[in-house]
């Protein structure tokens, strides 16, 4: 990936438990997105974190993001089988770079009934 | 909610033929970007437009052009296929908001499946 990891690479987990998962980047960033993608579908936007912001809620999502470490972390609470999926880290790096989204190689999350 | 478009959906080409890909983006939304994403890979940026002019490059090969028209409709060129172009192939679209694109968030369609055989 050209951004950097995410941890785990796979995480599989009971029905109602949470699920945690963690990205880092490498350079200076604008905003940090999060998206969810079904085998072999489209992107999904969960949620968007700018650089100035530690932290964000949206439904049974909480994402953190700590800039002096360069990583974020997305927490999906109450996890159901339709929350199975891959999870990737999109950050957009400040201007000098562009203004693409750099990936993450992402995170296949199971979650079994 | 509308959503980004994309066509066609799914495309099948020889080696060494063309194809072209089309994108059209959320109602007022002025940017649009193009991803390649490979067999169990991240998605990797291949080139962007505001306003109808290209505002980033990325990992694009020559044999690939794009360009953004009036309706903010974008289409993908790709010539002289190879079977590593086989790929999904998104289109996104950003809205237009204070602060210019790179603090907004980006919308991706479902995708082309190009298979080059």
């Known amino acids: 990936s050209q951004q950097g990891e995410e941890d785990p690479q796979a995480l599989s987990i009971q029905e109602g438990e949470n699920a945690t998962m963690n990205c880092s980047y490498k350079t200076s960033i604008n905003n940090l997105q999060w998206y969810r993608q079904n085998s072999g579908r489209g992107l999904v936007h969960l949620i968007l974190i700018r650089s100035n912001e530690r932290e964000k809620h949206s439904g049974r999502l909480r994402v953190t993001l700590d800039t002096s470490k360069k990583s974020s972390s997305l927490l999906i609470t109450a996890s159901r089988a339709a929350d199975t999926a891959s999870y990737f880290c999109?950050?957009?790096?400040?201007?000098?770079?562009?203004?693409?989204?750099?990936f993450g190689a992402g995170t296949i999350l199971r979650v079994k009934s | 909610a509308a959503g980004v478009i994309q066509s066609p959906r799914h495309l099948i080409k020889e080696k060494r033929e063309t194809a072209t890909l089309k994108c059209y983006p959320i109602p007022r939304h002025d940017t649009v970007y193009w991803y390649q994403q490979g067999p169990g890979q991240d998605p990797q940026f291949l080139i962007s437009?505001?306003?109808?002019?290209?505002?980033d490059k990325g990992s694009i090969p020559d044999r690939f052009s794009a360009q953004q028209f009036s309706d903010y409709h974008s289409e993908l060129n790709m010539s002289s296929l190879e079977l590593g172009d086989s790929a999904l192939y998104f289109c996104?679209?950003?809205?237009?908001?204070?602060?210019?694109?790179?603090?907004?968030?980006?919308?991706f369609g479902p995708g082309t499946r190009l298979t080059v055989l």
């Open positions: 999109a950050t957009t790096p400040t201007i000098e770079y562009g203004n693409k989204l750099v």
């Open positions: 437009f505001y306003e109808k002019m290209q505002s």
């Open positions: 996104a679209s950003g809205p237009r908001l204070a602060g210019g694109p790179a603090y907004n968030e980006q919308f």
